[in-house]
């Protein structure tokens, strides 16, 4: 009877050493799993915001039917005119291009555009989303990463405007 009380308490302390170490490893495991979550958010974070300072310094390369974008944004500051006819059946609307092409960039609500307005007369500021126009404006959006450019201005030969392009940073 003696010989049959150890072996079951045996079989009790195994048990429950056996559990231990299984609960000690699943919650070992979760830890790990939620530790390279956020490695990995931060991982992407960075990559993000890596890849708008890379867009942010490529502006004055993206071009709308062949025309470089900040040659249109000079022609609205300098200008005012939302359509421009450069001849030969191109129409283009200035503000409507602008939104697609950073719409493709972005996102749909991940950017807004705002144009200074400079001393000079032929200046006329903008603040353009991919939903709201207006002269002035900040995002609605935050956290955000701003980038200012400079542009060319048609009106005032060697002189330049400036800019903010808003992007969201989350």
């Known amino acids: 009877m003696l010989f049959k009380?150890?072996?079951?308490s045996e079989f009790i302390g195994i048990a429950v050493l056996v559990t231990a170490i299984v609960l000690i490893a699943i919650f070992t495991r979760m830890q790990l799993a939620g530790s390279?979550?956020?490695?990995?958010?931060?991982l992407l974070k960075g990559f993000r915001i890596a890849g708008i300072s890379t867009t942010g310094s490529v502006i004055p390369y993206?071009?709308?039917n062949g025309i470089p974008i900040e040659e249109l944004i000079g022609v609205y500051s300098?200008?005012?005119?939302e359509t421009v006819d450069?001849?030969?059946?191109?129409?283009?609307?200035?503000?409507e291009n602008i939104r697609i092409t950073f719409d493709k960039i972005y996102g749909k609500d991940g950017w807004a555009l705002f144009l200074k307005k400079d001393a000079e007369k032929n200046s006329y500021p903008l603040f353009l989303s991919s939903t709201e126009k207006s002269g002035e404006g900040k995002p609605s959006f935050s956290p955000y990463i701003?980038?200012?450019f400079r542009f060319p201005k048609p009106?005032?030969?060697?002189?330049?405007?400036?800019?903010?392009l808003f992007v969201v940073s989350e």
């Not at 390279?36 to 931060?42: D, H, I, K, N, Y």
């Not at 450069?86 to 503000?95: C, D, E, L, M, T």
């Not at 009106?155 to 903010?164: E, F």
């Open 5 to 8: 009380k150890a072996q079951s």
């Open 36 to 42: 390279m979550t956020s490695r990995a958010e931060s």
């Open 62 to 64: 993206v071009t709308i």
């Open 78 to 81: 300098c200008y005012g005119n």
């Open 86 to 95: 450069y001849g030969n059946g191109i129409k283009i609307s200035i503000p």
């Open 146 to 148: 701003s980038y200012d």
């Open 155 to 164: 009106c005032s030969p060697g002189a330049k405007g400036s800019g903010v």
